[in-house]
């Protein structure tokens, strides 16, 4: 069973929720899909780890054989590439690896080279395989790496909790792709209805069963709750805001496993989700 856990926005408990979710499963994958700031690996601390390296073509000319005609340039979609009048610029970091420049070069002036964006991360915490990708400082296109995750869950059995990354742009989409249900994670505010309006609809495209959670709830209005209760959306789990819980997380810690409170409300959710998700397949 694969669960997502998704949030229209970073900080609103996404990682909280996935990596209790792992940990209360006992046997289970998680995999940290946030990978410009994955942090899921500093609440496991998982041992034993294997690095793997991911690699993306760029294209490379050969000034002698260019004559300038400029069709790779007016091929790229993406402005990967501009001609100076003397020299093909090449910007290796918007370029989205296509192709399309070496096919239409008349001049076979073009070549493909390989270059490292990030990587992907495997270690063990307890029964919990630990699978983080991280996109290198500076890299503006993170797809490959989750696309090299996602070749990941497609191979593992039991319990998979996908942490996404925040919002709901191309880079959610590639993270969800795989999952059997979608759980949605919000907070208790005006800005957290708009981001929880923005990932209700992604589940709708993707046509996935969904549930939310609710964190930081206090007893003031929740906007968030409201909308739920207006679009007869299933509530899963209510997350207090709460100083115990704050602390574990700031100082590394699993909630499941340091609190009989959270051990209880973490272990309810999983249940329910895998309930909810059995029920909709
Ligand atoms: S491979 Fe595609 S994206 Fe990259 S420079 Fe060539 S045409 Fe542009
Ligand atoms: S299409 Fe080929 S020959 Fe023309 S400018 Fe680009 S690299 Fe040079």
């Given at each position: 069973m694969k669960i997502a856990v998704l949030s229209g926005k970073g900080g609103t408990g996404k990682t909280l929720v996935s990596v209790n979710l792992a940990a209360a499963a006992g046997k289970a994958s998680y995999l940290d899909c946030d990978v410009e700031e994955p942090n899921g690996h500093l609440f496991f601390k998982p041992e034993g780890i294997e690095t793997r390296q991911v690699k993306v073509p760029v294209p490379r000319v050969d000034k002698e054989l260019c004559d300038g005609c400029r069709k790779c340039v007016d091929c790229c979609t993406f402005n990967a590439l501009a001609h100076t009048g003397k020299e093909l610029m090449i910007l290796?970091?918007?370029c989205?690896?296509?192709?399309?420049?070496v096919l239409v070069c008349p001049q076979k002036a073009l070549s493909e080279e390989y270059r490292v964006i990030g990587r992907v991360e495997r270690g063990l915490w307890q029964d919990v395989e630990v699978h983080?990708?991280?996109?290198?400082?500076?890299?503006?296109?993170?797809?490959p790496i989750l696309e090299d995750l996602m070749n990941q869950v497609r191979g593992l059995d039991g319990i998979?909790?996908?942490?996404?990354?925040?919002?709901?742009?191309?880079?959610?989409?590639?993270?969800?792709?795989e999952a059997d249900y979608l759980l949605l994670v919000a907070e208790p505010s005006i800005f957290g209805l708009h981001n929880?309006?923005?990932?209700?609809?992604?589940a709708q495209v993707f046509d996935k069963p969904f549930g939310v959670v609710l964190n930081k709830v206090t007893e003031q209005f929740n906007p968030s709750e409201q909308y739920c209760l207006d679009k007869k959306l299933r509530i899963l789990a209510k997350i207090p805001f709460d100083f115990e819980l704050g602390e574990i997380s700031s100082n590394g810690g699993i909630a499941y496993n340091?609190?009989?409170?959270?051990?209880?409300?973490?272990?309810?959710?999983?249940?329910?989700v895998l309930d909810e998700a059995a029920a909709n397949s």
């Open positions: 290796d970091r918007i989205h690896s296509c192709g399309g420049c983080t990708g991280i996109l290198n400082t500076g890299e503006a296109i993170s797809t998979v909790i996908i942490d996404a990354p925040p919002g709901s742009a191309c880079n959610v989409m590639e993270s969800i792709k929880l309006e923005m990932v209700h609809e992604l340091e609190s009989p409170r959270f051990r209880l409300l973490f272990g309810d959710l999983l249940k329910e």
